[in-house]
């Protein structure tokens, strides 16, 4: 794909311009140090894919940037998901993941509800809560907040994580807040006209109207869920509670010696966030922009 | 179907639907805090019943024990790693935000690593940086620049540099977006107009691009400062803070004094510190972006 990119970069200088012009150097300029930002950023995978497809002793024969034999090998995979439990982390993570979304988006839509659609004597002191929680990193907090857990007795359970997924991080009541501000109010008045109830309305129009902001939430936890390491590893240990981070650093670190092993659990672990990503890329690019201008 | 009246309604609403948002921000946010603060004064062990008092003998530990504080230095390579991170974020952004053939493709791979699980990104650096086997030391060799080579996880000087690099390749991709998206808010019609006032693209640069952009740069400097202060996971998983405590970051070491050395009112007291230290950045951070926007 890189010496396609670099010809295309070519003929459409050649074309346009004299090659050597000072234009024409400076879009050679741009593309070679775009270039040198993409070498940087696929060489780690790149090293990983070529080396998940060696057997052990292929591996141990081997350079690093050799190919290997046969990219249709699957054994270190089929050995990986035997060893590691990888399918059930999946599992965990994805209870994880579904409840703590769901969540997220009820109380989200519900907290933006109540604050962006009424006025109350409580209302200022509120969202001045909210200000203040967002300046308290929750990585600090969490000697105090693991014994909030313990004393719930759900250490060592699903609901840990998920409470925590769903109590420490208040991106989405902004995200919310923001967003219902562009519904028009006239919408609930036409409907209260008609007498519909403020929770029909909540729900009937308010609830699917915030869906643009539904999908950036839905986006940005998933990622920061699926890759969250900390709070799993501390508040899950139990073996079978493993999710997808756990569950590749014990892996990791019990086969630190067979890297051809390793190299495979990372492509399981990696690819289907990359298939993912690729495919809602433009959903991503939009979320993250309109989630970090608060 | 429903009789209630629009006020009873409404009532009902503000306390149903703030009901469980409020009671999670005060069991997770406000609650742990203050007891965070509490135990800070106390040399809680984690299990027993009794929580000894111990006023000030903490927050002294921590600033006369050089091996606690001192380790805040470790942070620093981060910080710094941030900084460039950001300024390399800007330049990409630039380059990507004018015409240019493959452009999304381009933005498709620098954001790439943000969506990669963390663990996965430090195995697999881990592999990069390896003394023996590692990629990084091969491709040194092959381009004939063997006197780079070292032990790049386990020379305590170059350790947080290379950590600090993962952290720059996982992030830049991210700052890059952001600042793309704000390039983009930009109208047109003023670069034109500096166009046709001769300014060069410097001036452009300099007097259009860098002051209408200027909120989201320092939110994204914020967050480098908060993001550096509490870097965990990669020393935690590529190097238990190895070499002989070289890779320690403040919030590794807070977990090793309260979950390994079962020191919980010490640890207490360095999240309070660390807690402190985050406040006062962005407090001050605020005050600056505030008197900016008055300016």
């Known amino acids: 794909?890189?010496?396609?990119?670099?010809?295309?970069?070519?003929?459409?200088?050649?074309?346009?311009?004299?090659?050597?012009?000072?234009?024409?150097?400076?879009?050679?300029?741009?593309?070679?140090?775009l270039l040198i930002g993409v070498f940087v950023v696929l060489f780690p995978p790149y090293v990983v894919l070529l080396n998940a497809f060696k057997g052990s002793e292929e591996y141990a024969n081997s350079g690093v940037f050799d190919w290997p034999h046969s990219f249709l090998d699957w054994q270190n995979f089929s050995r990986v998901l035997e060893l590691s439990h990888m399918g059930r982390a999946f599992g965990n993570t994805?209870?994880?993941?579904?409840?703590?979304?769901?969540?997220?988006?009820?109380?989200?839509?519900?907290?933006?509800?109540?604050?962006?659609?009424?006025?109350?004597?409580?209302?200022?002191y509120i969202m001045g809560a909210y200000v203040a929680a967002t300046l308290i990193p929750s990585v600090t907090t969490q000697v105090a907040t693991f014994s909030v857990i313990q004393h719930l007795h759900l250490f060592n359970t699903h609901f840990a994580p998920i409470l925590l997924y769903l109590g420490t991080d208040v991106m989405q009541i902004y995200l919310y807040l923001q967003f219902i501000r562009t519904i028009p109010y006239d919408l609930d008045e036409s409907a209260m006209m008609e007498g519909a109830s403020l929770f029909y309305i909540?729900?009937?129009?308010?609830?699917?109207?915030?869906?643009?902001?539904?999908?950036?939430?839905?986006?940005?936890?998933?990622?920061?869920?699926?890759?969250?390491m900390y709070i799993p590893y501390l508040y899950m240990p139990a073996e079978k509670l493993g999710v997808v981070s756990t569950t590749l650093m014990k892996f990791a670190g019990v086969n630190s010696a067979e890297w051809n092993l390793i190299c495979a659990a990372l492509l399981i672990v990696l690819i289907p966030t990359v298939i993912l990503y690729l495919l809602l890329q433009q959903y991503i690019f939009s979320g993250i922009v309109s989630g970090s201008v608060k | 179907m429903f009789s209630l009246s629009y006020n009873v309604q409404r009532?009902?609403?503000?306390?149903?639907?703030?009901?469980?948002?409020?009671?999670?921000?005060?069991?997770?946010?406000?609650?742990?805090?203050?007891?965070?603060?509490?135990?800070?004064?106390?040399?809680?062990?984690?299990?027993?019943?009794?929580?000894?008092?111990?006023?000030?003998?903490?927050?002294?530990?921590?600033?006369?024990?050089?091996?606690?504080?001192?380790?805040?230095?470790?942070?620093?390579?981060?910080?710094?790693g941030g900084i460039v991170q950001n300024i390399l974020a800007l330049f990409f952004a630039l380059l990507l935000s004018r015409r240019l053939r493959g452009r999304n493709a381009f933005r498709i791979v620098l954001f790439l690593p943000y969506i990669l699980n963390s663990v996965a990104i430090a195995y697999m650096f881990t592999y990069v940086f390896d003394a023996q086997n590692g990629s990084l030391n091969v491709l040194l060799t092959a381009l004939g620049l063997e006197g780079l080579i070292t032990s790049w996880l386990g020379n305590k000087h170059v350790v947080n540099i290379s950590?600090?690099?993962?952290?720059?390749?996982?992030?830049?991709?991210?700052?890059?977006?952001?600042?793309?998206?704000?390039?983009?808010?930009?109208?047109?019609?003023?670069?034109?107009?500096?166009?046709?006032?001769?300014?060069?693209?410097?001036?452009?640069?300099?007097?259009?691009?860098?002051?209408?952009?200027?909120?989201?740069l320092e939110l994204s400097m914020l967050l480098t400062v908060s993001g550096a202060l509490e870097v965990f996971?990669?020393?935690?998983?590529?190097?238990?803070?190895?070499?002989?405590g070289a890779s320690e970051t403040f919030v590794t070491k807070t977990v090793q004094t309260a979950f390994n050395f079962n020191n919980y009112g010490l640890a207490s007291a360095m999240g309070v510190v660390l807690l402190a230290i985050v406040v006062a950045v962005i407090t001050i951070q605020r005050k600056v972006i505030l008197r900016g926007e008055k300016e």
């Open chain 2, 233 to 244: 996971d990669l020393p935690f998983v590529m190097t238990k803070g190895g070499p002989a």
């Open chain 2, 163 to 216: 950590l600090a690099f993962i952290s720059m390749w996982k992030f830049m991709g991210f700052n890059m977006v952001i600042y793309i998206g704000a390039l983009q808010s930009i109208p047109e019609d003023l670069y034109e107009a500096s166009k046709i006032d001769g300014a060069s693209r410097f001036q452009a640069l300099r007097y259009i691009t860098l002051p209408s952009i200027r909120r989201i």
């Open chain 2, 11 to 80: 009532m009902l609403i503000i306390s149903s639907f703030l009901f469980l948002p409020l009671l999670l921000l005060a069991a997770f946010s406000f609650y742990p805090a203050l007891y965070l603060v509490w135990l800070s004064f106390t040399s809680w062990d984690g299990y027993s019943p009794d929580k000894p008092w111990v006023g000030m003998a903490n927050y002294k530990e921590i600033f006369e024990n050089r091996e606690i504080f001192g380790v805040l230095s470790h942070n620093l390579a981060y910080f710094i």
């Open chain 1, 202 to 228: 909540y729900r009937a129009i308010i609830f699917p109207l915030l869906a643009p902001a539904t999908a950036t939430v839905v986006i940005l936890k998933s990622i920061s869920i699926y890759n969250d």
């Open chain 1, 1 to 33: 794909m890189r010496v396609e990119l670099r010809e295309t970069a070519g003929t459409t200088s050649l074309r346009r311009r004299a090659f050597l012009s000072p234009e024409g150097m400076r879009h050679a300029l741009v593309y070679a140090i």
């Open chain 1, 94 to 124: 994805g209870i994880i993941m579904v409840a703590s979304l769901a969540g997220n988006v009820a109380l989200g839509t519900m907290t933006a509800y109540a604050l962006g659609r009424f006025q109350f004597k409580l209302k200022p």
